[in-house]
Each structure stands twice: as C-alpha cells, then as structure tokens.
C-alpha cells in the first residue's frame, strides 16, 4: 500500500491494457495527420523511417546513456566509446530527415557519453551550447565524486532557428536589492518578495527531479522533469509546432507539449512505460500546470512561488 501522499504512476502494463490501447503501431509510411500527438509504441530505429520527412520543429532526444541499465524488460548494454558513438550516429541518420530546416535539437546525456554525442552531432548540426543541470538526486560514491550533473547539448540545423529568449526567463529572489532614484532597479517588489527576472543561462540549478509526492512521478528509472522539458519547448518552438521524442521513456516532452499547445509524435518499445506514459497523457486534459513554471516565468527552486 501507497501512502496517501504518494503520486507516484505505477500502474502494471497488465493493469492498463486500455492506456496501452490508445498507442500506435506503425508499421507502414504514415502521415502526419496520422500520428499526430500520438505515443508510438516501436522501436525508434523501426519508426523513424517511416515518419514523414521535414515534420518537426524540434526534437528532443533523452537516449540510453551508455551505462548498464535495466529498462523495463529490456537491458542497455555498455559500449566502447567509439561504439556509443555510432549509435548515435544510426538513430540522428534515422531523426533529422524529419526535421524542418529551421528545427532546434536537444539530446541529454551524461559526463560521460558528453564528448560521443557531441563528436556525433557536430558531423551533422550546428553545436550552440552545452546546458548543465544538477540533478540533486543520486547515491554517493566511496571511491569519487558523487555524480550530479547532466548534460544537453543543443543544436540546430541551420543558422535559421527558433528561439524565444523572454519565453524562459527565471525568476530569482533580490538579495542585495539595488535603487536608482529610491525605486528598485531591475527587480520588482511584490507581496512574495523582491524579485528579479533573469536571462537563462547554460546552468540550471532550479530543477527538482521527480519523486513520490510529485504529481508528475513514475516508476521510471530515469524520467526527467516537465520543468526542464518546459525551458526546452519554450525556447525553441513555436506554439502549435511539433515536437518528435524518439526515446519517450514515460512520456514528459510529450505530456510537457501538450500542456505547452504543441504537437507531439514520441515513441516507446517499452509497453510499460507507454501506458505511464498515456496515463499522464489523460490527465494533462485536466491539469496543464506544470511544477515550477508560471505566470510566464520560471521559479527558482525553494523561492516559495511557483509550485516548487
């Protein structure tokens, strides 16, 4: 038994036949119309070929890093360097034909896997950073430094891209409060407190990952946050444009879309996680808030605003 606070989604593949019910399979050419905002339960290297070409504004790509891990019934295999790197290589040959080409790419990654999936994408895209982001959770290690960073690399296809800079601007508390004629300079006193809102920057020290008390928790073993999914489709697309997840996992960038009012295609072989995934799904009909973001803005983590 769950205690009553617990959120966490776990329901059994066995148990949710009619969220499992709701997915694709695409086993032919499909149309757009076809699998739009659609889970695709496959094998993205079966899948992506078969989408339409020159579809997608942005993608978004959370891989396997090239760690032992188990996912669900399935076991990801750690590989030499040069091998993980190929990977890499197979599944963007197979994803950016379908982009537009002014679409943004996002693939997260770990410190180590870091330096194959930007040797991969260099080869075919424009590097424009590398975002860092604590990962606050994680066990600690005798023999070294306990790992909590993670990685995104972001590119585009061209110099022509999206990205809307005051869509993703973090609110801070005022520390050290600054006036210019007595009136605040650059921040705003409001009955929360002194505020200030600030460009991003490639650190993200604001994310919470989720856990049991969250609404947005699973029993996924490496799900990100809607927050940080949030700052990624804000920033690089388009109300109404549509986003490609070809490692959907428990479905966040797609959920994350659909509360944003983008359009979403994300693909999962893992039935499992696809019925978590379509379960969040239902219930972003519901509830579009997502933890950490509002009023526009994105709230400094533990500032008391903003759902943190």
């Known amino acids: 038994m769950k205690a009553d606070r617990n959120k966490t989604i776990d329901t059994a593949a066995a148990d949710g036949e009619q969220y499992l019910a709701r ?21 993205a290297f079966e899948v992506l070929p078969l989408l339409p070409r020159g579809q997608f504004d942005l993608l978004v790509a959370d891989p396997p890093y090239n760690l032992e891990k188990q996912f ?15 990977y890499t290589e197979r599944w963007l040959a197979a994803a950016l034909p379908l982009l537009k080409p002014d679409a943004s790419v996002y693939v997260c990654c770990d410190w180590a896997s870091s330096p194959a999936v930007y040797a991969a994408l260099k080869r075919r895209l424009k590097i424009r950073n590398r975002i860092t982001w604590q990962r606050e959770k994680g066990r600690g290690a005798s023999k070294n430094w306990k790992n909590s960073m993670e990685d995104i690399w972001f590119a585009t296809c061209s110099d022509d891209y999206v990205f809307h800079l005051d869509a993703v601007r973090q609110r801070r508390r005022v520390l050290a ?39 947005e928790n699973t029993a996924h073993p490496t799900q990100k946050p809607e927050k940080l999914m949030a700052k990624l489709i804000l920033a690089s697309s388009d109300p109404g444009a549509w986003v490609l997840d070809p490692f959907a996992g428990s479905g966040t960038a797609a959920v994350t879309a659909k509360k944003l009012g983008r359009h979403f295609v994300s693909i999962e072989r893992e039935p499992q996680f696809c019925v978590w995934a379509e379960q969040r799904l239902e219930r972003a009909d519901l509830d579009r808030s997502i ?14 605003c903003g759902r943190q």
């Open 72 to 86: 669900g019934g399935r076991r990801f295999g750690k590989m030499e360097e040069g091998e993980y790197e190929a």
């Open 23 to 43: 997915c694709l399979r695409v086993q032919a050419p499909a149309s757009a119309s076809g699998v739009q905002d659609r889970t695709i339960l496959g094998d």
């Open 177 to 215: 409060p600054y006036r210019a004629d007595g009136r605040p300079k650059d921040w705003e006193d409001t009955p929360g407190g002194r505020f200030r809102d600030t460009c991003p920057s490639n650190f993200w020290d604001d994310l919470s990952v989720p856990f049991w008390s969250m609404a």
């Open 291 to 304: 933890q950490g973001y509002r009023d526009g803005v994105f709230w400094e983590r533990n500032s008391g």
